[in-house]
């Protein structure tokens, strides 16, 4: 069993989805530790009551992203985590956590990247006048959402979409697809690893 800690700053909707798969044994991991970068956020209620240990901080607080990233390295070692996933964690992993971590952190972004990377995925999908965005799951590198694609799935935009609408329809997809990506990861890496 795969021990993983995510890493949010919103809602948790993701985090919830990845903690009901586990329950219904579809996903073979222990959600070991919540990282939390907003203090107020929904995603810490959402731990709390499924019993996840959390660390939330205030990134203001540290002089340095290496300082707080040290003090998250600190905790994920004495957890013993195996595995990274950020589910709307909106901050850019710093070295630190990578010198240790890389290849085994993944993200999850509501768009079909390369397009609309960063900020309000969403947001540009729609100011674009995009016919189709999506959702995608792809390795963590040093960039603004550029690490190696795993998988990808299309949502198609109505001419009538809100951002409302729209979100709805991509968070259903990511919560089918985060989880299975997560649970195929991990198969593959008992067989002899992915890439790195
Ligand atoms: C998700 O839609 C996720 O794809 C996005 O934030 C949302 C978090 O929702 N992530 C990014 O935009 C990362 N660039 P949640 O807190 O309800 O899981």
Same mark, same amino acid.
């Given at each position: 069993?795969?021990?993983?800690?995510?890493?949010? *700053?919103?809602?948790? *909707?993701?985090? !919830?989805?990845?903690?009901?798969?586990?329950?219904?044994?579809?996903?073979?991991?222990?959600? *070991? $530790?919540?990282?939390?970068?907003?203090? @107020?956020?929904?995603?810490?209620?959402?731990?709390?009551?499924?019993?996840?240990?959390?660390?939330?901080?205030?990134?203001?607080?540290?002089?340095?992203?290496?300082?707080?990233? %040290?003090?998250?390295?600190?905790?994920?070692?004495?957890?013993?985590?195996?595995?990274?996933?950020?589910?709307?964690?909106?901050?850019?992993?710093? @070295? %630190?956590? $990578?010198?240790?971590?890389?290849?085994?952190?993944?993200?999850?972004?509501?768009?079909?990247?390369?397009?609309?990377? @960063?900020?309000?995925?969403?947001?540009?999908?729609?100011?674009?006048?995009?016919?189709?965005? @999506?959702?995608?799951?792809?390795?963590?590198? *040093?960039?603004?959402? %550029?690490?190696?694609?795993?998988? /990808?799935?299309?949502?198609?935009?109505?001419?009538?979409?809100?951002?409302?609408?729209?979100? /709805?329809?991509? !968070? !259903?997809?990511?919560?089918?697809?985060?989880?299975?990506?997560?649970?195929?990861?991990?198969?593959?890496?008992?067989?002899?690893?992915?890439?790195?």
């Amino acid at each position: 069993m795969k021990k993983i800690a995510v890493f949010a *700053s919103g809602s948790g *909707s993701n985090f !919830q989805a990845i903690v009901d798969a586990i329950k219904e044994k579809k996903l073979n991991a222990e959600v *070991s $530790l919540l990282v939390c970068d907003k203090p @107020g956020a929904r995603v810490i209620e959402r731990a709390e009551e499924a019993g996840v240990e959390y660390f939330t901080f205030f990134p203001k607080q540290y002089e340095t992203k290496a300082e707080f990233e %040290t003090e998250i390295l600190k905790r994920l070692r004495a957890k013993g985590i195996e595995f990274i996933v950020l589910a709307g964690y909106m901050r850019l992993i710093g @070295g %630190t956590l $990578l010198a240790d971590f890389e290849g085994r952190i993944v993200n999850i972004h509501p768009s079909l990247l390369p397009d609309f990377p @960063g900020k309000d995925a969403i947001g540009q999908a729609l100011e674009a006048q995009a016919g189709v965005s @999506g959702v995608t799951v792809h390795y963590v590198d *040093s960039g603004m959402d %550029t690490g190696p694609v795993i998988a /990808q799935k299309a949502v198609m935009i109505r001419k009538e979409d809100t951002r409302e609408s729209l979100q /709805q329809r991509i !968070q !259903q997809v990511e919560h089918e697809l985060f989880p299975r990506v997560l649970e195929e990861l991990f198969n593959q890496e008992k067989v002899g690893g992915v890439q790195s």
